[in-house]
């Protein structure tokens, strides 16, 4: 990245995060998306993600400013010296994951998440679940609320609410965790390589309705989702120095 890198500015719709963008802007410029090294985008956790989700293509990096609600992806606001932290900031690199969700109508919706893809009961009837792994049964029945497969990025998020593992950003490893497993009840989920396909299909898929999300997108009426991780649209997030993501992640592994 050059000394003055060109930067492009976005801000989610909150007050505190339009007018950081405003301050921001006025004083480094704004840079066209086209001509942009880095996006800069102020807001919370769900702001980073909505920003990296439009990076499959052009793959600018982006350095997150907390202004939000959440900021584990965040780096904290300072008007001062932005450049020469972007100059120094840590590169990571991650990679999405693949959900091909299958409706019961037979329509087939693939989407992207960067944290996480979610099943969950859309009623007050439990979810039945049998789940594959590399083409071979793993769990016939699993009765929950749901299961989700968790990236690394997204392993301290819904992964660590549902008592999942927190993975390190470099530990090329999936979570597969149960949500509120009622049968199997000691079933814990599972830790799967990072190239390993994941197939769930929903039993009684008709009475025992079930929706699928990848992050904040979700499809509804689900028979059956195959997840696998895309190496092909891999996405650059910038921390500064010492508040990387994997040193975020190992402490808090030893937080209360």
């Given at each position: 990245?050059s000394a003055e890198p060109k930067i492009h500015f976005t ?246």
């Amino acid at each position: 990245m050059s000394a003055e890198p060109k930067i492009h500015f976005t801000a989610s719709p909150k007050p505190e995060a339009r007018q950081a963008a405003d301050v921001m802007i006025r004083r480094y410029g704004q840079a066209t998306l086209a001509k942009a090294d880095v996006i800069v985008a102020l807001g919370g956790d769900g702001w980073m993600l909505e920003t990296l989700r439009g990076r499959y293509h052009d793959r600018i990096p982006v350095y997150g400013v907390h202004r939000g609600t959440i900021g584990f992806l965040m780096n904290e606001f300072a008007e001062e010296g932005l450049a020469a932290r972007l100059n120094s900031a840590v590169r990571v690199v991650i990679h999405p994951l693949e959900l091909k969700a299958t409706r019961l109508s037979g329509e087939v919706v693939t989407l992207r998440a960067i944290n996480e893809v979610s099943l969950l009961r859309q009623t007050s009837q439990t979810a039945n679940l049998r789940i594959m792994v590399d083409g071979h049964e793993r769990l016939r029945d699993l009765a929950a609320d749901g299961v989700l497969v968790a990236t690394p990025a997204g392993s301290t998020a819904y992964n660590l609410s549902a008592h999942g593992p927190i993975l390190p950003i470099g530990a090329n490893l999936l979570a597969l965790t149960p949500i509120s497993p009622f049968r199997p009840r000691r079933w814990r989920g599972a830790l799967l390589r990072h190239d390993a396909r994941v197939e769930i299909f929903v039993l009684e898929a008709e009475r025992r309705t079930v929706s699928a999300s990848a992050d904040t997108q979700e499809v509804r009426d689900i028979a059956h989702v195959a997840v696998r991780e895309d190496r092909s649209h891999p996405l650059t997030m910038l921390f500064d120095e010492g508040h990387a993501l994997d040193e975020r992640i190992l402490r808090e592994q030893f937080s209360f």
